[in-house]
């Protein structure tokens, strides 16, 4: 008779160990028992007796075996993402526990998109930890769907983004940066001595353009459909930020992304923004984080930046 789903969820709280999670990732990882005992530092015969249990416990195969090693079943590529989200949640857990009993204050979480990074961030840690230096911060890279998930997931703390078309439920925005468009170039770049751009030069150009489905690329293509012809695109389109810089300061290239994205590259010479048409404004950016039981450390940090931006 095949296993009902409350069967399987008692057999897993009773008999389930965080061991067991750890050493499923890594065999699928590795596919070798014994690369994943080196690693993980236990014997072959320890990982070995792990599947054989498991494989009882669910009563299906989880790896399929062959000479150089084993492969990962179907029914074992189901469970990949759920024990991945479950060791990510263990770590953070020992990562929280770990920070309050060494600096007593506690930890936030917290995610940010790259304009919030460099808009929000880096004008505020240093003094945020000069002010809190028993509090610790894990900072991750979020964009749009990523926080949404990140904040459904349970994750995060805080998150220093755009204000969002809709907040999630017991969530709340709160404004901290205005924001508009920028259209920029290197500093090496030949309109970058003039700090400004006619028509033509501005068709002529060669631009850089972010992924479909962005704010810049989006703006990027309404100034493109009210051009002459359509604007020249360099090949390669990415969101990664460090090829984005990377293609910026060594390519005589034209984009248009947000101003605080920018802000560090434009305060150190290496990037001009050009005076012309395309500075559209955008949504501002700021926190957002929950109405209701934030953690003392993550009010810290809410109360810090609202009243750095405040002022």
């Not at 090693?69 to 020992?94: E, K, N, S, W």
């Not at 809709?166 to 468009?181: I, K, M, Q, S, T």
């Amino acid at each position: 008779m095949p296993l009902t789903v409350t069967t399987l969820l008692n057999r897993l709280l009773a008999r389930g160990k965080f061991r067991h999670i750890q050493i499923l990732l890594k065999l699928a990882e590795l596919g070798s028992v014994q690369r994943t005992a080196d690693a993980i530092g236990v014997t072959q015969s320890s990982v070995t007796q792990t599947l054989a249990y498991l494989e009882a416990l669910l009563e299906t195969p989880l790896f399929q075996r062959h000479a150089k090693g084993v492969h990962p079943t179907d029914a074992c590529l189901d469970l990949l993402p759920l024990a991945r989200q479950m060791l990510m949640g263990i770590r953070d857990t020992a990562q929280a526990v770990e920070a309050r009993q060494r600096q007593g204050e506690g930890q936030v979480r917290l995610a940010a998109s790259i304009s919030a990074t460099n808009g929000l961030l880096i004008e505020t840690m240093s003094a945020f930890h000069a002010r809190w230096p028993g509090i610790q911060i894990q900072l991750r890279e979020a964009e749009n769907d990523e926080q949404l998930q990140a904040i459904a997931r349970g994750e995060v703390d805080l998150v220093a983004c755009r204000r969002p078309p809709v907040n999630p439920e017991g969530w709340e925005f709160h404004p901290l940066l205005a924001d508009r468009f920028a259209i920029v170039c290197r500093a090496q770049h030949p309109l970058a001595a003039r700090a400004t751009a006619d028509r033509d030069e501005l068709e002529s150009a060669v631009w850089m353009a972010l992924p479909s489905g962005s704010a810049a690329r989006e703006r990027l293509d309404s100034i493109s459909a009210r051009c002459r012809a359509p604007l020249k695109m360099h090949p390669l389109v990415t969101r990664t930020s460090t090829m984005l810089w990377w293609l910026l300061l060594n390519h005589d290239l034209l984009t248009v992304l947000p101003l605080t994205m920018l802000m560090p590259l434009i305060r150190t010479g290496q990037i001009v923004e050009l005076d012309v048409a395309g500075t559209a404004p955008m949504e501002p950016l700021g926190l957002l984080q929950p109405a209701q039981r934030l953690a003392p450390a993550a009010q810290q940090l809410s109360g810090f930046m609202r009243a750095h931006f405040s002022a």
